[in-house]
């Protein structure tokens, strides 16, 4: 059977509706829609080509996203701007096709992406910066670490999970985080790995957007917020050990652009992980009046512009 596309979806085009006009997907500037098979998966690949580019980005969603969700953040300004980009499906997520009989955990997202790198790196030396969106983030932090090759990292929020403020705070309630998170831990056997739950459920998802219309589009897609998660994802989410601590980081320059106005993750959660980072730049670039997945201008244009920024400063 064929793996599903988004030519077919139409909840991303609902979602695209409450982004600025600039955002649209043009046929000069959208993606082409590749697949990659990595460890039995299908892995759906959103890839902006631009053979001139000098740099190339890797664009990672959170628990709340997609990857296509990703290409319309930021795939319309950056590619226009002259880079390459290529946004990724993890597993349980957009259209990307899981392998059979398989129970996928956040570990195997970190895996992934590190063979994704390693893949691209062997066809193509360009250099490679990672760019996340909420969990996203941290995924791409984790990823450099793992990987030691690409030459930047953008992240809208870092989030360590094994620190207990950041579940109380990012959880979707105190129960969730306190007594929720150690039964996933306990049910991360065998027999009970498999049971899920709406990431909804688990996490304050409620927060994603500040737009309560575009909230109810979200949490109706199970390719992005309403997608389920099991008990070995959440378990191996919120206990995830980095190769490199934060202290201990010297791969590549990070950038945070923080939005302002993000009621699920505010800056001080990332502080608690980047201010710990002294080997490497770590810039901070507010974004006024976006929230957690940003849909607001001049946030977005914002974003834009410091990426650019970002990008432009990496050595080739």
């Not at 909840?11 to 098979?37: C, G, I, N």
């Not at 998966?41 to 959170?62: E, Q, Y």
């Not at 129960?175 to 498999?194: E, F, H, N, T």
């Not at 049971?195 to 459920?201: D, F, R, T, Y």
């Amino acid at each position: 059977m064929a793996p599903s596309t988004y030519k077919t979806q139409t909840a991303w085009k609902d979602f695209q509706r409450y982004l600025p006009q600039r955002l649209t997907l043009t046929e000069e500037h959208s993606p082409q829609e590749e697949w990659w098979e990595n460890r039995g998966h299908k892995i759906h690949l959103d890839r902006w080509r631009n053979p001139t580019a000098k740099v190339r980005v890797i664009l990672h969603h959170g628990v709340g996203s997609n990857g296509r969700q990703m290409s319309l953040f930021v795939g319309v300004p950056l590619h226009a701007a002259g880079f390459e980009l290529v946004a990724i499906d993890m597993p349980g997520y957009g259209c990307t096709k899981t392998a059979r009989g398989t129970t996928w955990s956040y570990d195997d997202w970190v895996h992934i992406a590190n063979d994704f790198i390693n893949s691209e790196l062997e066809q193509d030396p360009r250099p490679i910066v990672l760019l996340g969106c909420s969990a996203g983030g941290m995924l791409a932090y984790h990823v450099a670490a793992l990987n030691k090759k690409v030459k930047g990292i953008i992240g809208m929020t870092f989030l360590d999970q094994r620190i207990q403020q950041v579940r109380d705070e990012t959880a979707r309630n105190f129960v969730m985080s306190r007594i929720g998170i150690p039964l996933a831990q306990m049910c991360d056997i065998p027999l009970l790995k498999s049971l899920s739950i709406p990431m909804w459920q688990a996490s304050k998802m409620s927060a994603l957007v500040n737009n309560p219309d575009a909230l109810k589009v979200c949490l109706a897609d199970r390719s992005s917020a309403g997608a389920w998660a099991s008990m070995h994802f959440l378990s191996t989410y919120a206990s995830f050990k980095p190769t490199l601590e934060p202290e201990d980081f010297d791969i590549c320059p990070i950038l945070l652009t923080q939005p302002a106005e993000d009621r699920w993750t505010p800056l001080h959660l990332s502080e608690l992980v980047l201010s710990r980072v002294k080997k490497v730049p770590v810039r901070t670039v507010k974004l006024e009046n976006a929230g957690h997945l940003p849909l607001e201008d001049p946030g977005l244009q914002q974003m834009a512009d410091a990426v650019i920024k970002f990008l432009q400063e990496v050595p080739v």
